[in-house]
C-alpha cells in the first residue's frame, strides 16, 4: 500500500513538473512576442507626436510613382481631431448569419469586410475619391518601362520596412491542438507574402468563392518576380496593337494598374505550414502553391480557417460562434487608420436580433432593414428611448443610395428563358413600383440596367420598362404561349408535347425581404397564368444551386463594385463555363463580350462611357435580369459616434470627392 501511495505520489509531482514546465515555455515564448512588440513601437508612429501617416525612407528615382499622398489623412483628419485625441472605446456592430469558416476566400460579405480591417493592400483609396491610391504597405509603386514590349509597362513595388504580422495566440484554438513556437513569433510582411496571395488565388483546386472570383482579375498577371524581400515586380500579361503605320505597340488593361495598387499579401509562414511547424510541401518549387492539388487539399481544411492574421490598422482578437472582436494595432505605420482601441461584432442567428441589439443601446451602428421602419417610427417614440436620449444616447439616422442592386436573374440556358422576348415579358409582368412602396416603404430606387447610378457607368438616359401585364401577355402570345387546355396556366407546344409555363424561384429564406418579394411575385405571374414555385433555401444550398446552375430563375443582389467597374466577370461569356462563375445565368452575346474587350483597354473617360452605356442598353433589350430596385440604406448611429458623413456631399472637406457613402474607418467615439 505504500509503495501503491508513493507511486501515485511520484507521478503526481511528475506531472506538476511536466505542466510547469509547459508554463514556463508559454510564458517564455509570450515574452519574446512582448518583447518583439515592444521594439517595434519604439519605431512605431505616435498619435501624440505623428497625427498622420509618416512615409517611409524614399530613395529617389527616375520613375514616377503611381501613389499619392491623401490630403484628407494628411491634413484634414488631423484638423478634425485636434492635437490631444487619443483613441478610445469600442465600436459595437451586430450582423445576422454565420460563415461555415473565415479564410481570407470564405467570399461571405461580412467576411471580407473583416479581412479589409486587418489586411491592408500595396495602397489605399484616396478617402471618399474613386480610382485614387495612396501609399499603404507599398511606400512606391513604379511603372517602368518593359523590355521588349513597347508600350506595355511593369509595376516595381517597395514595401514599407516596418510592416508586421501579428502571431497567433493559443488561447485562439480548442485544447487539443497545440501551436508549434513558430507560430508564436511576429514576421515581417515581405515580397513572398504578396506572391503567396497570387498562388493561393490562382490555385484552381481550391473552390472558396472568394478565390474564384479574383481568378477572373488576377488570371491577366504573367508573372510576378522577387527581387528581394521587400521589392517585387508585377508583370501583367501585355497586348499587341497593330498601328497604321505597321508598328506593333503593347499595352496591359487598364485595370492592371488599380489592381497593382490594392494587392493583399497573404502570411506565407502561417498557411504553407502545418500546426505542428513542418511545412505543407516540402519541395516549394515557384509556383508550387499555384499548383499544388494537396496545398489545395489541405488549404480547404486548413486548422487556422477560423482565425484571421493580419498585419493592418486593427488586430485579430479572437472569434465565437457569438462575436468576433478587433483590437486597434499600436504598431500600424499610420495611427489615424484606427480611431478607437476595439471593434465588436456580434454575430446573430436572425435579422431580428441584430435589431434588438441596437434598440437596446449594446450596438453602436445598425443599418435598418426598409421593413423595419415603421419599427423604428414606434421606438423613437417609445418611453424606453426618451429614457435613452436622457442619458445622452440619442440615435442619429443618415439615408443614402448603397448601389447594391435585387433582381430576378433568369437562366438564360434553360426553357424557356432562353428567349429574350420571354425574359422581357417577365419584367412587364411585375410591379417594381409596388415591390418598392409597399414592400421597402419607398426605400429603393428604379434601376434600368446592372451598374450604381451614382458611376459614370450608369445611363441615365435608359427608362425602367412599365408594368403592362397586357403588353406582357402580348408578346407571351407571339412566342406561342396559350392557355390551351382552360386550367389558368399557359403552356405551349414543344416537339410535338405540350409544356405547361411552370418554373421554380430560388431564393435565400432567412432574408424576410426577400420571401416578402418572392411571394409577390409568385401571385404576379400566377395572374397572367404563370406558375412560379418558390424555393427558399439556406445560404449553402444556395451557394450550390448557383455554382451548379442548377436553377430556373433566383431573386438576388449584387453589391455594385466601386467605378471602375469590371462588367467581365458577370457578364462575358468565356465565364459561363468557369466554376463559381458569376455569370450564374448564362447570358451569352458577341457584341457584349467585344465591348468589354474593348473597355478592358481603353483608358480615355469619355469613350468608356460609352462603352459602359453600349453594354447596359444591350443588357436592357435583352434582360437577362429583371432588374427590380437599387436600395436605399437608413444608417443609424448611436450619439457617441463622430464623424459620420457622407463624402461626395462635404466637397468642403474632401474636393472632388464621389463616393456616396459614409466611412466607418474615420468614425470615432465621443
Request: hydrophobic share 40%.
Amino acid at each position: 500500500m505504500l509503495r501503491f501511495l508513493f507511486g501515485i505520489i511520484v507521478v503526481f509531482f511528475l506531472g506538476m513538473l511536466y505542466w510547469s514546465s509547459l508554463l514556463q515555455e508559454e510564458a517564455l515564448q509570450a515574452m519574446r512576442v512582448e518583447i518583439e512588440t515592444l521594439r517595434t513601437q519604439e519605431r512605431a508612429p505616435s498619435l501624440a507626436t505623428t497625427p498622420h501617416v509618416t512615409p517611409a525612407t524614399t530613395v529617389p528615382s527616375a520613375f514616377a510613382n503611381i501613389l499619392t499622398s491623401d490630403p484628407y489623412y494628411e491634413k484634414t483628419l488631423p484638423a478634425q481631431l485636434g492635437p490631444s485625441f487619443i483613441p478610445q472605446g469600442t465600436i459595437r456592430a451586430s450582423i445576422y448569419g454565420k460563415p461555415s469558416n473565415i479564410n481570407p476566400f470564405a467570399g461571405w460579405v461580412h467576411t471580407t469586410e473583416w479581412w479589409r480591417y486587418i489586411l491592408p493592400t500595396t495602397g489605399n483609396s484616396h478617402f471618399g475619391i474613386f480610382e485614387t491610391y495612396a501609399p499603404s504597405l507599398a511606400q512606391r509603386i513604379e511603372e517602368r518601362p518593359r523590355k521588349n514590349y513597347p508600350g506595355a509597362p511593369e509595376f516595381w513595388v517597395f514595401l514599407r520596412d516596418d510592416i508586421f504580422w501579428q502571431p497567433l495566440e493559443q488561447k485562439w484554438f480548442p485544447d487539443r491542438l497545440t501551436l508549434a513556437p513558430w507560430f508564436l513569433q511576429s514576421y515581417p510582411v515581405t515580397s513572398a507574402d504578396f506572391k503567396f496571395f497570387y498562388d493561393v488565388a490562382m490555385n484552381a483546386a481550391i473552390s472558396d468563392l472568394g478565390a474564384m472570383g479574383l481568378r477572373t482579375y488576377l488570371g491577366g498577371i504573367e508573372e510576378i518576380e522577387i527581387v528581394d524581400e521587400k521589392t517585387f515586380i508585377i508583370r501583367w500579361k501585355p497586348h499587341p496593337f497593330l498601328q497604321p503605320d505597321g508598328t506593333t505597340v503593347y499595352r496591359n488593361k487598364y485595370i492592371a494598374k488599380i489592381w497593382t495598387a490594392s494587392f493583399t499579401p497573404l502570411p506565407k509562414w502561417l498557411y504553407s505550414r502545418f500546426a505542428d511547424g513542418h511545412p505543407i510541401l516540402e519541395d516549394e518549387a515557384i509556383d508550387s502553391f499555384r499548383t499544388s492539388t494537396i496545398f489545395a487539399q489541405n488549404w480547404m481544411q486548413h486548422w487556422a480557417r477560423n482565425i484571421m492574421v493580419g498585419c493592418g490598422p486593427w488586430l485579430f482578437n479572437g472569434y465565437t460562434e457569438r462575436e468576433i472582436r478587433f483590437k486597434r494595432n499600436p504598431r500600424y505605420f499610420s495611427p489615424l487608420s484606427s480611431l478607437t482601441e476595439e471593434k465588436t461584432i456580434f454575430i446573430r442567428g436572425a435579422q431580428e436580433a441584430t435589431w434588438q441589439d441596437f434598440k437596446a443601446g449594446s450596438v453602436d451602428l445598425f443599418e435598418i432593414p426598409p421593413r423595419q421602419v415603421l419599427d423604428l417610427e414606434d421606438f423613437l417614440a417609445s418611453a424606453d428611448y426618451k429614457k435613452q436620449q436622457a442619458k445622452g444616447d440619442t440615435i442619429h439616422r443618415l439615408d443614402y443610395l448603397d448601389g447594391a442592386f435585387n433582381y430576378v436573374g433568369w437562366n438564360n440556358a434553360r426553357f424557356p428563358f432562353d428567349n429574350a422576348n420571354v425574359r422581357k415579358a417577365m419584367t412587364l409582368a411585375i410591379d417594381r413600383n409596388r415591390i418598392i412602396h409597399t414592400i421597402l416603404n419607398d426605400l429603393a430606387v428604379h434601376i434600368t440596367v446592372p451598374f450604381a447610378p451614382f458611376s459614370p457607368a450608369y445611363n441615365k438616359a435608359l427608362q425602367p420598362l412599365p408594368f403592362d401585364p397586357e403588353k406582357s401577355r402580348q408578346i407571351l402570345a407571339e412566342e406561342g404561349w396559350f392557355d390551351q387546355d382552360g386550367d389558368g396556366i399557359l403552356d405551349k407546344e414543344v416537339n410535338g408535347k405540350r409544356v405547361p409555363f411552370r418554373f421554380q424561384l430560388l431564393y435565400f429564406i432567412k432574408n424576410e425581404n426577400s420571401k416578402a418579394i418572392c411571394e409577390y411575385i409568385t401571385t404576379a405571374l400566377r395572374q397572367m397564368g404563370i406558375e412560379c414555385q418558390l424555393n427558399g433555401v439556406d445560404h449553402a444550398d444556395l451557394s450550390k444551386n448557383i455554382e451548379d446552375k442548377s436553377f430556373d430563375a433566383l431573386f438576388l443582389a449584387w453589391g455594385a463594385s466601386s467605378p471602375p467597374e469590371d462588367p467581365r466577370q458577370i457578364w462575358h461569356s468565356e465565364t459561363i463555363s468557369l466554376k463559381g462563375s458569376s455569370n450564374h445565368v448564362s447570358f451569352r452575346n458577341k457584341e457584349v463580350d467585344k465591348l468589354i474587350e474593348e473597355l478592358d483597354f481603353e483608358s480615355d473617360t469619355r469613350k468608356r462611357a460609352l462603352l459602359y452605356h453600349r453594354i447596359g442598353q444591350i443588357l436592357y433589350d435583352e434582360q437577362p435580369y429583371t432588374l427590380l430596385y437599387a436600395s436605399k440604406t437608413i444608417f443609424l448611429y448611436r450619439d457617441r459616434v463622430q464623424n459620420v458623413f457622407i463624402p461626395a456631399d462635404r466637397q468642403d472637406l474632401i474636393p472632388g470627392a464621389n463616393v456616396p457613402s459614409p466611412a466607418s474607418q474615420v468614425m470615432w467615439l465621443r
